[in-house]
């Protein structure tokens, strides 16, 4: 009977030992998923960022029942204030990811660093270009400081972009807020031009490579927080991840009210929008809008990714892990093609 307590005894200092040692990273329960219509989704896998755990960011790629089928964990010190933003699969199967204060990291499945920028004004969005060269933003920066860089292999700078000649007047000029300008997002188009997202100028410009702003959208609306007041066809602030689609229109997150809209660029119109079913809330902090093959838009919130059909069926939600202290837990997500080498989405 003694050696039954002993033993039973031990099994417990074991599961208490494990449970001392998994307790940093895994404080959160697993993902959830509340629609799941497997008919309708596009196929394939998402690859997420996720900063549910601060001090224990990491990389997920799941299936649609939320089942994680590959992971990449960060490790920030206490106290950092540095968020993972960012995660997109290149082509050569690699993942490019970039967390704020640090840089820009190239990684291989095994998690091993094949290639590094180290930027500590790197934030939201990178992007890898054809010519091998990267392309990023950086949100916090004071006005004449770039905000939009293009970096070589080597990392120096081939060009860059502060925005000062274009918005340096009124209402702009005055704007102080993380940063002048704020950039959340950029994106090199197929004409060699560069779309960039101007948040605290509820604003989306098209530059050439001079620089010069050849085309802009700004939406009507007031951030208090800004303070700025802006006019436009389209109601919306705090423009986020505007993504050039096939047919010349762009798809963008807007906020007050949170939706997501695809506008005609040609004539500045909104050609369609979506709000959630459950109110604004159900769309706090949304960022990115993807449109995926067979039509479907994969949007993200503060804690859940949406799959939405053309006609405004949600397909597929999955939530963030519950508990964790960070309510800014899924900024961006990408679909991953059944051939485990495409992707909708960066």
Same mark, same amino acid.
């Given at each position: 009977?003694?050696?039954?307590?002993?033993?039973?005894?031990?099994?417990?200092?074991?599961?208490?030992?494990?449970?001392?040692?998994?307790?940093?990273?895994?404080?959160?329960?697993?993902?959830?998923?509340?629609?799941?219509?497997?008919?309708?989704?596009?196929?394939?896998?998402?690859?997420?960022?996720?900063? %549910?755990?601060?001090?224990?960011?990491?990389? #997920? *790629? !799941? @299936?649609?029942? +939320? /089942?994680? $089928? =590959? &992971?990449?964990?960060?490790?920030?010190?206490?106290?950092?204030?540095?968020?993972?933003?960012?995660?997109?699969?290149?082509?050569?199967?690699?993942?490019?990811?970039?967390?704020?204060?640090?840089?820009?990291?190239?990684?291989?499945?095994?998690?091993?660093?094949?290639?590094?920028?180290?930027?500590?004004?790197?934030?939201?969005?990178?992007?890898?270009?054809?010519?091998?060269?990267?392309?990023?933003?950086?949100?916090?920066?004071?006005?004449?400081?770039?905000?939009?860089?293009?970096?070589?292999?080597?990392?120096?700078?081939?060009?860059?972009?502060?925005?000062?000649?274009?918005?340096?007047?009124?209402?702009?000029?005055?704007?102080?807020?993380?940063?002048?300008?704020?950039?959340?997002?950029?994106?090199?188009?197929?004409?060699?031009?560069?779309?960039? %997202?101007?948040?605290?100028?509820?604003?989306? #410009? *098209? !530059? @050439?490579?001079? +620089? /010069?702003? $050849? =085309? &802009?959208?700004?939406?009507?609306?007031?951030?208090?927080r800004i303070g700025l007041a802006t006019e436009g066809k389209i109601v919306g602030v705090l423009n986020h991840e505007p993504e050039p689609l096939d047919n010349g229109h762009i798809?963008?997150?807007?906020?007050?009210?949170?939706?997501?809209?695809?506008?005609?660029?040609?004539?500045?119109?909104?050609?369609?929008?979506?709000?959630?079913?459950?109110?604004?809330?159900?769309?706090?902090?949304?960022?990115?809008?993807?449109?995926?093959?067979?039509?479907?838009?994969?949007?993200?919130?503060?804690?859940k990714l949406i799959e939405i059909a053309p006609d405004g069926t949600i397909v597929w939600q999955i939530h963030a892990p519950s508990g964790g202290q960070n309510e800014r837990k899924?900024?961006?997500?990408?679909?991953?093609?059944?051939?485990?080498?495409?992707?909708?989405?960066?």
């Open positions: 009977m003694m050696g039954v307590r002993r033993t039973r005894m031990a099994w417990v200092v074991v599961v208490f030992l494990l449970g001392v040692l998994w307790a940093g990273p895994i404080k959160a329960a697993d993902y959830k998923v509340s629609i799941h219509d497997a008919a309708r989704v596009f196929p394939g896998t998402t690859l997420l960022a996720d900063m %549910s755990q601060v001090e224990w960011p990491r990389i #997920v *790629e !799941v @299936d649609f029942s +939320g /089942k994680i $089928v =590959w &992971q990449h964990r960060l490790r920030t010190a206490r106290g950092e204030r540095s968020a993972l933003l960012d995660a997109a699969l290149l082509e050569n199967g690699n993942i490019l990811y970039t967390i704020t204060n640090r840089g820009i990291y190239e990684i291989d499945r095994s998690g091993r660093v094949v290639w590094k920028h180290e930027d500590p004004g790197a934030s939201h969005d990178a992007d890898r270009l054809p010519n091998g060269n990267t392309l990023y933003n950086r949100a916090w920066q004071p006005k004449g400081s770039p905000v939009v860089v293009e970096v070589d292999r080597e990392g120096r700078t081939v060009w860059s972009w502060n925005g000062v000649e274009a918005f340096d007047k009124p209402p702009f000029a005055n704007v102080d807020h993380e940063g002048w300008m704020h950039v959340n997002s950029v994106t090199r188009l197929t004409n060699g031009n560069t779309l960039i %997202s101007i948040r605290n100028f509820n604003t989306v #410009v *098209e !530059v @050439d490579p001079s +620089g /010069k702003v $050849v =085309w &802009q959208i700004t939406f009507r609306g007031h951030d208090k798809l963008l997150a807007l906020r007050q009210p949170q939706r997501f809209v695809e506008i005609d660029r040609a004539t500045g119109t909104e050609v369609w929008s979506w709000s959630h079913p459950d109110g604004d809330r159900a769309l706090f902090l949304n960022r990115e809008a993807n449109r995926l093959p067979n039509g479907n838009t994969l949007g993200s919130a503060g804690d899924f900024h961006k997500a990408i679909r991953i093609a059944p051939d485990g080498r495409t992707s909708y989405g960066g």
